[in-house]
């Protein structure tokens, strides 16, 4: 008997939104989940009084299907990211059936659920409202960082989260996006380009934020986390993630309000994949590790 847990399918969640957008004949960036819900006849409501920590719902009627999406989270972008969380367990193959079997089935979207069902539909919606091919031209006509990110965030309206992440599964830019709590680490994504640098240690969820940071020191003050106060600096990549190469980086940080959450993101220029990077002349270690040939196994 296989009792190994079932991973989430990140692949075919993605696979699942393109075909939408391809059956949708949608071609831009800015994309509307309501409106690719009322294809299907799938009625869309607020639902003020969502349980806590409920992001939505998907709910199922005989053959009719419908959802319901928090509003005590004032922010159009979560709010769009549930719905569109709602339409993955819709169209990801096998969700239905697993999820549907009461009628209803109550969501967590954002990225906080360890449950690869709900993983899946968040690949899905970071997938769908924030489309591959303009979303790299986007990202290729703009500098690494976090104004990147809050560009994007405005042309897909989305949130700063979703689209930090899908920025950096998606940059030829040298970036880490992670999300604290307090003293601890909750999530990190890292970039390919990042990924160049050996001997880095992955921020698991629940480590410490390491001290001498600038985050450790935002984090120090939870005002600066509620009041959505802003902090960056030069720091090294070895200040975070350990490795042999003395990479500069700069480290931008955000308090995200009622969320209770900071988000941090670490750009490292001498790991940029693009085209046109070029390593700093005075960073001698990231220069040799830069131009270091890598085979794929």
Same mark, same amino acid.
């Not at 220069?287 to 794929?296: A, D, K, N, Q, V």
């Given at each position: 008997?296989?009792t190994?847990?079932?991973?989430?399918?990140?692949a075919?969640a993605?696979?699942?939104?393109?075909?939408?957008?391809?059956q949708?004949?949608?071609?831009g960036?800015?994309?509307?989940p309501?409106a690719i819900?009322?294809?299907k006849?799938?009625?869309?409501q607020?639902?003020?009084? @969502?349980?806590?920590?409920?992001s939505g719902?998907?709910i199922?009627?005989?053959d009719?299907?419908?959802?319901?999406y928090?509003t005590?989270i004032?922010?159009?972008g979560?709010?769009?990211f549930?719905i569109s969380?709602?339409?993955g367990?819709?169209f990801?193959e096998?969700?239905?059936?697993?999820?549907?079997?009461?009628?209803?089935h109550?969501?967590?979207?954002?990225?906080?659920?360890?449950?690869?069902?709900?993983?899946e539909?968040?690949?899905?919606?970071?997938?769908?409202?924030?489309?591959?091919?303009?979303?790299?031209k986007?990202?290729a006509?703009?500098d690494?960082?976090l104004a990147?990110?809050?560009?994007l965030?405005r042309e897909?309206?989305?949130?700063?989260?979703? @689209?930090?992440?899908?920025?950096?599964?998606?940059?030829s830019?040298?970036?880490?996006v992670?999300?604290t709590?307090?003293?601890?680490? /909750?999530w990190?994504?890292m970039s /390919?380009?990042?990924?160049?640098a050996?001997g880095l240690?992955f921020?698991?969820k629940?480590? &410490?934020?390491?001290? &001498?940071t600038? @985050?450790?020191?935002?984090?120090a003050?939870p005002?600066n986390?509620?009041?959505?106060?802003r902090?960056?600096?030069?720091?090294r990549?070895?200040d975070w993630?350990g490795?042999?190469?003395?990479?500069?980086i700069?480290e931008?940080?955000?308090?995200?309000?009622?969320y209770?959450?900071?988000?941090?993101?670490?750009?490292?220029?001498?790991?940029?994949?693009?085209s046109?990077?070029?390593?700093e002349?005075?960073d001698?270690?990231?220069?040799?590790?830069?131009? @270091?040939?890598?085979?794929?196994k």
């Open positions: 008997m296989n190994k847990p079932r991973l989430a399918r990140r075919l993605e696979a699942a939104a393109n075909a939408v957008l391809r949708m004949k949608i071609e960036l800015w994309v509307d309501e819900a009322a294809t006849g799938i009625m869309v607020p639902k003020p009084d @969502t349980a806590l920590g409920v719902m998907l199922k009627a005989g009719d299907f419908g959802i319901m928090a005590n004032p922010s159009r979560f709010q769009r549930s969380h709602e339409l367990h819709y990801i096998g969700h239905p059936e697993a999820l549907l079997t009461t009628g209803v109550q969501s967590r979207a954002g990225f906080v659920s360890g449950d690869p069902f709900e993983q539909a968040d690949h899905f919606a970071a997938a769908l409202l924030m489309p591959e091919a303009p979303f790299k986007a990202i006509d703009r690494a960082g990147c990110v809050e560009a965030r897909c309206e989305t949130s700063l989260t979703a @689209t930090a992440i899908r920025y950096c599964t998606l940059t830019d040298g970036v880490a992670i999300c709590t307090g003293d601890a680490v /909750d990190c994504f /390919d380009g990042l990924k160049q050996k240690t921020l698991r629940g480590i &410490g934020v390491p001290s &001498g600038i @985050t450790a020191q935002f984090n003050s005002e986390v509620r009041t959505g106060q902090d960056e600096g030069q720091k990549l070895s993630m490795g042999g190469g003395n990479y500069r700069t931008e940080v955000v308090g995200l309000g009622q209770g959450r900071t988000l941090t993101i670490l750009t490292c220029k001498a790991l940029s994949m693009r046109e990077a070029e390593p002349d005075d001698e270690d990231a220069l040799i590790e830069s131009w @270091t040939p890598r085979f794929r």
